[in-house]
């Protein structure tokens, strides 16, 4: 039986490359449900993609992000997810699904991640419906590109996003990525 009193920490990993609205919204509803929330940046998922910002400066940007909720914490993590979980003493893991097309991933590694450890719970958050449509790689793409990316991201993201890849032709520029620019990249 566990101790209704006991704080609910909450672990919620990803790239975080940059931090977006969307991750912002599955945080600060985690705690909803969660007394506290540790963000955690994977150092290994940089490694498997052409990541923007080092993890340290990924750490920085999601700081300032949260730095109005004291319940958030940000750290960064390496080796396995269970493992650094259980170290952390989290009651659960949070994931963001978006859509579909998160399910069928986001579902083999919360599986997987059960193998590895049965007794730690998944659980899963809907954004706010216009949030739902927003991905890193998305973000870096329109920035690369010189699109406007106010609307998706923090004044301390757009900060560093900006000081990265400059200024875009800002009037008259939607920000949409050329055709096909993102596939295969769901960050
Ligand atoms: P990953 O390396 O898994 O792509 P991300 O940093 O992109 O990690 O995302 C971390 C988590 O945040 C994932 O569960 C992802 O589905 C979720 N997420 C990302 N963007 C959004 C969004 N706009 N709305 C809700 N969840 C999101």
């Given at each position: 039986m566990t101790d209704s009193h006991a704080p609910r920490t909450a672990l919620y990993p990803g790239s975080f490359d940059p931090v977006t609205l969307g991750h912002e919204d599955i945080a600060r509803r985690t705690l909803k449900v969660a007394d506290r929330v540790i963000v955690a940046v994977a150092h290994s998922s940089s490694q498997s993609r052409?990541?923007?910002?080092?993890?340290?400066?990924?750490?920085?940007m999601l700081r300032e992000v949260f730095a109005d909720e004291p319940r958030i914490t940000c750290?960064?993590?390496?080796?396995?997810?269970?493992?650094y979980a259980r170290r952390e003493g989290a009651a659960f893991v949070v994931r963001g699904l978006r859509a579909v097309s998160d399910f069928e991933y986001e579902f083999q590694m919360a599986q997987m991640n059960r193998?590895?450890?049965?007794?730690?719970?998944?659980?899963?958050?809907?954004?706010?419906?216009?949030?739902?449509?927003l991905s890193a790689s998305l973000v870096r793409e329109v920035a690369r590109l010189g699109?406007?990316?106010?609307?998706?991201?923090?004044?301390?993201?757009?900060?560093?996003?900006?000081?990265?890849?400059?200024?875009?032709?800002?009037?008259?520029?939607?920000?949409?990525?050329?055709?096909?620019?993102?596939?295969?990249d769901t960050g």
């Open positions: 052409e990541a923007a910002f080092p993890v340290e400066d990924r750490l920085d750290v960064s993590f390496e080796g396995l997810l269970v493992d193998e590895m450890c049965p007794d730690m719970e998944f659980i899963f958050l809907m954004p706010d419906a216009h949030l739902s449509f699109g406007s990316v106010d609307p998706f991201v923090s004044p301390p993201v757009l900060r560093r996003l900006t000081a990265r890849f400059g200024r875009g032709p800002a009037a008259g520029n939607t920000g949409a990525p050329a055709a096909g620019g993102t596939a295969g």
